[in-house]
């Protein structure tokens, strides 16, 4: 039985429940009528794009991102308050910021096998078992069902499970309709199933990471300035202009933000941007030397 949550809780509700399961869903997170014309602004992407080559994506499926230039519905998903509320809640404990990892389109055809079961933090190579790395999102577009190759999760696989060598649960296959959410971590086993029926599995996978790791999509080749100046201010931060404490993902020492604004080729003098301990232990040393303003 899968672990759903039917209502809208709070995001620490969804919190408290991805952190002991591993993954939830969440029923009616978004208006069906919302993932189907987001669905109809993709349809010619998905008509062009070929075939994925490789036996980890599948040569049955497609892919493809940057998905916030193709459809204007796509910042629902990214920027879904509730989500984002898990994202932070999950995260924040190993980071300064979060940010977008991934946003990328699916399509699973008659015939595909089912994906090699993995977790997603091992495409970083890290210490598994204490930090969460990632939260992942998978919106469906068309119906998931255990015949079409809905994703197939194993609950408690997550957090120091993730070090076992097998999971301690048997999977199950996350059936959800379009507006529904599936929730999972990053060190939560899964994979996507075999889609035995003549129809195409679409759906939208949308990943947040800890803002210091080097994402899976390159945010600043999918949107740059010249695309992200015309996102809100707080979808252009999640998608990489933002600075992560300390100093890191600068531009000429500065917030990457000054990008998307004013005369970026102008001189730039670099600006500290500390954590506040480490901006206490500056402090401190300048005391110590006699040199503090």
Sequence with gaps: MTHAIATAPAAEDWSRVLLERGYCIV???LPAATIAALDRDLAGDFARTPFCQGGFYGATTKRFGRLLVRSRHVEA????????GVAEQVLSPW???IQLNVAQAIAIHPGAPAQLPHRDQDMWRAPAGMP???VNVIWPLTDFTAANGATVVWPGSH??????PEPPCEPIAAEMAPGDALLFLGSTLHGAGANRTAGVRRGIVVG??????????NQWLAYPPQVARHFAPELAALVGYRQHRPNLGNYEGQCPSVLLGGDACAPLGAIDALRPDQAAMVEAFA???GTAP
């Excluded at 998903?77 to 984002?84: D, F, G, N, S």
Aim: with cysteine; hydrophobic share 40%.
């Design 287 to 289: 005391r110590a030397q």
């Design 208 to 217: 947040y990471s800890l803002g210091w790791l080097k994402p899976y999509e």
């Design 77 to 84: 998903l990214v920027r879904h308050e509730a989500v984002l």
């Design 159 to 164: 957090g120091a499970n993730a070090l076992e």
């Design 95 to 97: 980071c300064d910021r």
């Design 27 to 29: 029923r009616g997170a």
């Design 132 to 134: 969460e790395y990632l």
